[in-house]
């Protein structure tokens, strides 16, 4: 009884340990956990009644998913994303590559060249979105001006057409964002040992083979990262549909952000709303979950 | 030295400035109310609410009220109220109230007499919940109006129709001119609105109750409002072209000519106004686009937060009242282009379209509109329909037909 009340004062418990940093991260722990998890768990009681302006626990069962999945702007919203999420996710990553790696080949004036290309990255989406929207303005922008260089019958106007409508705000989007994933990659192949190059030369490797079978899966920390911040991107756009299209023409552009905001704020429904926002949750959750598994299941 | 002196003279005559500010109260009022017309006509509330001693602090916010009203409604239920807010009387601000956020306003009213200079009645039945009165009225809009370009149809050789069966005739010989025929904004409620004055225009009063007063989604599936979209079919086609997303914007094609014309409230003729433009002359407007003769009674009116502050609260009272000022109600509405809330006040002043509307008025075929019958979720749902079928060439009408009468069936 003595010997084990004399063991514990000397060895404190493990709860003590690191006592202060303990204390320095609690408010980020109880943030977390009440802003975070306690919105989220809110959110989704809440997704199952039938709250208008104002929450209430009047409970509806699945009614509101019912009528959100026989919503036609909803389906448009997330085949839009589909489209959006994947293409600009392929692309922001083949450009941004392609782009670091031609700045890598010890190129003259690479600290211009990457200015220009990290600058759009500078403006936040609102201002890309604005900007977009002159250039692809059919009275205005490009089209206006390949026809006054004579070729009238030069029709260039995503905006203003429902079915090629995202291409256009996917345009913007790779505009702005490419600069920087080819910043991250860039870094990426600064870090790659010169001794692996050398050895490749040795070997006779060409340059494009040791890129893609020697340097890119070196390069896997670099490309995770870049993946999360581009994923987390796609799922949660919205100003720059907002700024550039409002959704239109009609509802071509909409996207499941939109929808949640306009049905909660300007609909006045909050369990749509909540019921939208449940859902690309559980999207998000489908993706990330077996990602997850696999990636630190792994390691233990 | 002089330096010195001047801004001694300068920072005490600032001093000055704000001790005189002291006993005025500084009340924020928040709209929606940016376009030219709609400043010019909101600096006149401003102007008579400064001159009672008070301070009119200006909260416009640009995109008009599909974009104002969330984060005026986010600002009352997050804590941080204004001293007022426009809102368009009806259901906007239903919930607001009955969960007590809004301030009670009958006293005032009683004291006032509302109930017997407001005219049309039904205006302050919108503002009225539980029997207490919760709003005030500051002006009537009607959306059942079409403003044509004289000047867009002498340049396309035709003349300016008088019936909307007329304008769609017509609507070829304008695009050969090179002429958008119907200019509709690509914001979804212009859309959805356009609609409504054709459902009304079209399928006449009583079908326009039946759908949205008695929500009767059967009638609405059926032959008498399949007519109604077929006549939205060619105000699609006559739209396409526009490639302008404001309200303001569309007006100001019909302004100079570039479309035939616009389906717009009357809120627009405030731009034909600002333009320099006169009624008969160089624009024409037919109300219920010469079809019907029954107007709608929307408007805007404020809502007054309920505040803790005694001050403001007491500021609240005189901004109330001014509003209804007789004068007030004059300049306001001349530079708004809408009709005034009271049926005593001097309008000799009133140009051609405003004049229409008032014997309209007058003879008392007055509606109710959507703002008033419909909750905003069913407003939202239908504006998402109608913009996509403006847009989408491709959506046929009886799928159309079909997914309004689905709307109309589960609205509240």
Known sequence: MASTMSSAAKRPSRLFRNLSAKIASVPMILTALVVFVGGTLWTVLYSFTNSRLLPRL?????????RLWATPRWLVSIENLAIY??????????????????????????????????YPFALSF???????????????????????????????????????????????ALWQGTGFVMCLMLAGLRGIDEDIWKA???????????????????????LVTTLVIIAAGIVKVYDLVVAQTSGGPGIASEVPAKYVYDYMFFAQNLGQGFAASTMMLLSVAIIIVPWAYLEFGRRR | MRRTLKAAVLAAGTALGFTGAAYATDLEVTHW???????????????????????WVDGAIAG?????????????????????????????????????????????????????????????????????????????????WLWLSNEAFAKAGVAVPK??????????????AGIVPLAVGGQPWQASGAFDVLLLAVGGTDAFLKVYKDKDGEFAGGAEIAKVFKAADDARKMSK???????????????????????????????????????????????????????????????????????????????????????????????????????????????????????ILAKGTVIPWTDQLLSQDTQKQKEDLFSEFFAKPDLTVEDAQKRFADIISSAD
């Open chain 1, 58 to 66: 009047k409970f509806v069962g699945l009614d509101q998913y019912e």
């Open chain 1, 85 to 118: 999420g994947i293409l600009s996710l392929i692309f922001s990553l083949v450009i941004g590559f392609v782009l670091a790696a031609l700045l890598d080949q010890k190129i003259r004036f690479e600290d211009t060249f990457r200015t220009i290309f990290l």
């Open chain 1, 126 to 172: 609102v201002v890309t979105g604005v900007v977009w929207q002159w250039l692809l303005n059919p009275d205005f922008g490009v089209q206006a001006v390949v026809r006054s260089l004579g070729w009238e019958s030069f029709a260039f106007d995503p905006l203003y057409n429902s079915s090629i409508v995202i291409y256009g705000v996917l345009i913007a």
């Open chain 1, 200 to 222: 490749a030369r040795v070997d006779g490797i060409p340059a494009w083979r040791t890129y893609l079978f020697i340097v890119l899966p070196m390069m896997r920390p670099v």
């Open chain 2, 33 to 55: 109310w940016t376009s030219g017309g709609e400043a010019a006509a909101v600096a006149e509330l401003a102007k008579a609410f400064d001159a009672t001693g008070n301070k």
């Open chain 2, 64 to 144: 008009s009220g599909g974009t104002a009203r969330p984060i005026m409604i986010s600002r009352i239920t997050g804590g941080d109220p204004m001293g007022a807010t426009q809102f368009n009387h009806g259901r906007q601000a239903e919930e607001l109230v009955q969960a007590g956020l809004m301030r009670d306003l009958t006293d005032i009213a009683t004291k006032g007499k509302w109930t017997e200079v407001v005219r049309p009645k039904g205006l302050l039945d919108s503002c009225t919940i539980d029997g207490k009165i919760y709003c005030v009225p500051v002006n009537i809009h009607s959306w059942q």
């Open chain 2, 163 to 176: 019936t909307w069966d007329e304008y769609v005739a017509a609507a070829p010989a304008l695009e050969k």
């Open chain 2, 241 to 359: 072209g526009t490639n302008v997303q404001d309200w303001n914007q569309a007006t100001n094609m019909v302004i100079t000519g570039k479309a035939g014309g616009q389906i717009m409230g009357d809120w627009a003729q405030g731009e034909f106004q600002v333009a320099g433009k006169v009624a008969g002359k160089d624009y024409t407007c037919l109300p219920g686009l010469g079809m019907s003769n029954a107007l709608a009674t929307g408007g805007d009116a404020f809502y007054f937060p309920l505040l803790k502050d005694a001050e403001k609260a007491k500021a609240q009272e005189v901004l109330a009242e001014t509003l209804l000022d007789p004068k007030t109600q004059v300049a306001f509405n001349l530079k708004k282009g809408s009709l005034p809330v009271r049926g005593d006040v001097d309008l000799n002043s009133a140009n051609d379209c405003m004049k229409k509307g008032l014997d």
